[in-house]
């Protein structure tokens, strides 16, 4: 196949324009308007948070003093830690409420990009490519989960690393090594680890499929030979690019809540169950909380487009190509293992690591990208092959109306009928003062056979667009048609999936509470520190992530938990710690002491004593924490199987606490070290590729 060097390229005009449909798409969440509620600020933002606030101090971000006791943070699988991404916005504009929004955003369009890249490698038309990748950017997956940034992020590498792959496979070069190995790490260490865990699958699956898929070129033998000596320098490369994140995740396993196996039970919960799936044609009818869902609001949405789901459905029944046929299996693997129940019961007990994934609702994920991938391929056949809108694809559209118009009819029934409509609250919406107040009425007010009547006649618009566009092959126009209905679909569901009540505003408000930087901690009792009303903790987390206090009265809510933690809490286990909640987090008593300096992971005491005391640091007791008196380090001492302490002389002291993960920031500078020569050597392969190749035709490489 022959291409021109400058086509692989992503045109300004195109990103401008995903970009622009980005904003207008989730205009809710874009405009500020409305913040990203429930997980995104409560515990996901925190660490983040954190990180920028210590940067900007001049401490390298290592221990997290301020979550339920202290955290080692590189170990936060949740937080995104080790992306490169998190530390140039962290080190640079830093976190806040409205940076925060527009990384979520910025992994959407990233996500979008990548497929259009993807469907570029694929050779599809330029109209199929925008419309799989706006499919992409706009797809229920995206839209229920922009409360879970880890899995925005996720969303947003896959299809960067499926085209890397896919490039590394069929065209083996150091370049498209490093390539590789560069996605796979943005995806590892951006990811939720369930999406680790179902891209590894994901990805053996097409290794698999690719070695043993007929090519006139290479026999069987030879593709091993040479894709075994290619995954050979990936896997090397990745390891040496991914050495902070290894040694930080396997420092904290040993001493981590959640480094079990899940209890089959616990791995079975939320699931995208399959009458969730009714959001493939109407995603708007699956934003009420009934039974019938029997799943989270975030887990149902899988909307990909009706108009590629009408070529989705017409590559089913005809004929496929053996890449369709992989994509195919695969998706109705990952759809399957999503609805939970048998199907990830089996799972569970056969396939090594699906038993950590505790929401089933994350598979889809690896569902919707094929099937967008299958549908495009099809579409794409269908406008090459100047197919006429006849036959199986006029009878699948057909099928797909009559479907619609009865949900329609439906919807307008039982409207009628029950008298349960937006239509007949008007007045109370209308009565309510300001915009926030009306908008809260108006959701409130929708019932479901309200969804059901207005995305089925937003349909049927929709469809009668795809059948006049392909009855005279207007393919720019169905490209428009699938703008405007996945534009329309997100602006329908994000005030229920995504959006909060308030205010990105309102919520940088609350956060510039906050003390600046990192300071020197009150020494006053625990429970005598500051706390939120509870609407604000409910829309930013507990307080103490924001109040720069060490040390907490309970336990606070967040995703990353030491074991020590959880036993120090559970009740079986207290050791009258009540009487620990009226002391300052550093007890030093009946010594008076004076904090000489702090910062997160090195703080400074001078403590005068008669006796010879024992100062206890509230603060949990973790490998690499020592404290040095008089020259001498030694190993913080455990103090009642969670805290720290060190053991002094009489007279006055001055003691230093100090966390020195040694091998954690070898592995760290290994891994900037690597990303920086990966970065340099990528740059000079592209350039030098472009001066040989500029104003060519080539083999694509």
Same mark, same amino acid.
Request: with cysteine; aromatic share 16%; proline share 5%.
């Given at each position: ?52 606030? *210590? ?8 221990? =997290? ?16 830690? %080790? ?6 916005? /962290? ?5 806040? $409420?409205? +940076?925060? +929004? ?39 997956? =995206? ?7 880890? %899995? ?11 085209? @890397? ?14 390539? @590789? ?52 320098? &990936?896997? &090397? ?32 919960? !939320?699931? +995208? ?20 869902? !029997? ?25 496929? +190509? ?72 006029? %009878? ?21 009928? /029950? ?8 007045? =109370?919406?209308? @009565? ?35 059948? %006049? ?13 699938? &703008? ?37 901690? =009150?020494?006053?009792?625990? !429970? ?27 336990? @606070? ?35 008076? /002491?004076?904090?000489? *300096? ?37 190993? $913080?001492? !455990? ?5 720290? *302490? ?17 091998? &954690? ?37």
């Amino acid at each position: 196949m022959q291409f021109y060097a400058n086509k692989d390229r992503l045109p300004l005009k195109t990103i401008l324009f995903f970009a622009l449909v980005l904003f207008i798409a989730y205009l809710p969440v874009s405009s500020f308007l409305f913040f990203l509620k429930n997980d995104a600020f409560t515990g996901y933002f925190p660490p983040k948070f954190f990180m920028s606030e *210590s940067i900007h101090s001049g401490h390298l971000p290592l221990w =997290n003093p301020y979550i339920n006791f202290g955290i080692p943070q590189y170990g936060d699988m949740s937080s995104g830690y %080790w992306s490169p991404i998190t530390w140039l916005i /962290a080190s640079t504009v830093g976190y806040n $409420a409205y +940076t925060f +929004t527009m990384e979520a955003l910025l992994y959407i369009l990233i996500g979008g990009l990548g497929m259009y890249k993807l469907t570029g490698s694929l050779q599809l038309n330029v109209h199929v490519r925008i419309i799989a990748a706006i499919a992409f950017m706009c797809c229920g997956y =995206n839209v229920g989960h922009l409360q879970h940034f880890n %899995w925005l992020s996720g969303a947003a590498f896959l299809p960067w690393c499926f085209w @890397a792959y896919h490039s590394l496979l069929h065209y083996p070069s150091f370049k498209n090594i490093i390539k @590789a190995v560069l996605f796979f790490y943005m995806l590892a260490a951006s990811a939720h680890p369930g999406i680790t865990i179902s891209a590894f699958y994901f990805f053996l699956s097409y290794l698999i499929f690719f070695l043993f898929s007929k090519n006139i070129q290479q026999t069987i033998g030879q593709k091993f030979k040479q894709a075994g000596k290619s995954h050979a320098i &990936v896997i &090397v490369f990745f390891l040496l690019l991914s050495a902070g994140m290894i040694a930080g995740y396997a420092d904290i396993l040993p001493h981590f809540s959640r480094s079990e196996k899940l209890s089959l039970s616990d791995s079975l919960l !939320n699931p +995208t169950t399959i009458q969730s799936w009714i959001s493939v044609l109407f995603p708007f009818a699956t934003v009420q909380n009934l039974p019938f869902f !029997n799943t989270d609001i975030s887990m149902r949405n899988s909307y990909f487009s009706i108009t590629l789901l009408l070529f989705f459905l017409v590559g089913m029944l005809g004929k496929k +190509t053996r890449l369709q046929y992989f994509l195919l299996f695969t998706g109705l693997f990952f759809f399957l293992l999503s609805t939970g129940g048998i199907f990830k019961t089996v799972a569970y007990k056969i396939m090594p690591f699906i038993g950590y994934v505790r929401l089933n609702g994350e598979f889809r994920l690896f569902a919707i990208l094929p099937f967008i991938l299958f549908a495009a391929l099809e579409l794409d056949k269908f406008i090459k092959q100047q197919r006429p809108f006849y036959g199986l694809v006029k %009878w699948l559209y057909y099928f797909i109306e009559i479907i619609v118009i009865m949900a329609v009819i439906f919807g307008l029934y039982c409207i009628l009928s /029950a008298k349960d409509s937006v239509f007949y609250h008007f007045s =109370n919406i209308t @009565a309510q003062q300001g915009l926030s107040s009306k908008l809260k009425a108006l959701i409130d007010s929708i019932s479901f056979f309200d969804s059901l009547l207005i995305q089925g006649l937003i349909q049927l618009f929709f469809l009668w667009g795809i059948k %006049w566009a392909m009855r005279y092959r207007l393919w720019s126009l169905v490209k428009k048609i699938v &703008v405007v209905d996945m534009v329309i679909a997100c602006l329908l569901n994000v005030p229920f999936t995504g959006a909060g009540k308030a205010s990105v505003a309102t919520i940088q408000s609350i956060i510039d509470k906050s003390p600046k930087g990192i300071p020197v901690p =009150n020494l006053v009792p625990i !429970n005598q520190y500051d706390s939120l009303p509870t609407a604000e903790k409910e829309m930013i987390g507990d307080w103490s992530f924001y109040s720069k206090q060490p040390g907490v009265t309970q336990l @606070a809510a967040y995703p990353i938990i030491l074991t020590s933690t959880i036993k120090y809490f559970d009740s079986s286990e207290a050791f009258h710690f009540p009487a620990l909640n009226v002391k300052p987090f550093i007890i030093t008593e009946p010594s008076a /002491a004076k904090i000489v *300096s702090f910062s997160p992971q090195k703080i400074v005491l001078l403590v005068k004593d008669s006796s010879g005391s024992t100062p206890v640091l509230q603060q949990n007791f973790y490998p690499h924490w020592y404290y040095t008196v008089k020259g001498k380090k030694k190993p $913080a001492e !455990n103090y009642k199987g969670t805290f720290m *302490s060190a053991s002094l002389s009489k007279g006055e002291n001055t003691v230093t606490f100090s966390f020195e993960p040694r091998m &954690v920031k070898v592995a760290m500078l290994v891994s900037l070290v690597s990303f920086i020569l990966m970065i340099l050597v990528l740059f000079i392969l592209h350039k030098r590729e472009t001066k040989i190749l500029k104003g060519k035709i080539i083999v694509r490489p």
